[in-house]
């Protein structure tokens, strides 16, 4: 079997889960932001609210919330392309996890931080966007990092809903060539030339932050 012809398919799938994962990791960063912050608030009725939609978020596997978003919204008369609604529903689930982690981030910045910027005679806005989430965002980083990598390789979930991503692609080159093995094998090595030296990235960036550069 020539892989050669086939790896502009494999190609085309790679370059759509990297959208998906583009989209889903910087939509739900800054969703899960807004859900720590909702998290961490001292008003019940913003905290518990966020609490829950972002538990629920956690709990629920990411290919039920797949679902729901393709095959359930259409009930209420919102309908989703495939491309969109995994979008969707990945974004959603980042945004549940990477609130949690952002939150211990958060909770995790000593207590003479805020002395020392209440000693300065800051505001409570003002202590919270200049020194506190500043800081609590840099303890997040290498857990954010590894959140991103693992939505990458959940993309694959796509091809659930008929998305052209990577492994629907494989999926596809497999039953023309009938060679499954070797196509799962190489769309393996394709997640892996990613992943992996992501990871790395990862463990040298929180090398470098637990020594405070």
């Not at 409570?124 to 966007?129: C, I, N, V």
């Amino acid at each position: 079997m020539n892989f050669v012809e086939y790896l502009p398919r494999l190609g085309a799938g790679l370059f759509v889960s990297l959208q998906l994962t583009v989209i889903s990791v910087v939509c739900g960063y800054i969703i899960g932001l807004l859900f720590a912050l909702g998290s961490s608030s001292t008003r019940r009725w913003i905290r518990w609210p966020a609490i829950t939609v972002v538990e629920i978020g956690r709990g629920i596997p990411a290919l039920v919330v797949l679902y729901m978003v393709y095959f359930g919204l259409p009930a209420f008369g919102l309908l989703l392309e495939n491309f969109a609604a995994a979008a969707a529903a990945l974004t959603f689930t980042v945004a549940a996890y990477s609130s949690e982690m952002i939150r211990g981030g958060i909770m995790s910045v000593d207590r003479g931080q805020y002395e020392a910027a209440q000693a300065l005679g800051l505001g409570a806005t003002t202590r919270f966007l200049r020194i506190i989430l500043p800081q609590g965002l840099r303890s997040s980083i290498p857990a954010l990092m590894g959140l991103a990598i693992m939505s990458f390789q959940g993309t694959s979930l796509a091809y659930s809903i008929s998305v052209n991503e990577l492994m629907s692609q494989a999926y596809q080159v497999s039953t023309i060539t009938f060679e499954y093995l070797a196509v799962y094998g190489i769309t393996g090595l394709i997640y892996a030339a990613i992943a992996v030296p992501a990871t790395w990235l990862s463990v040298l960036v929180e090398r470098k932050l637990s020594q405070g550069t």
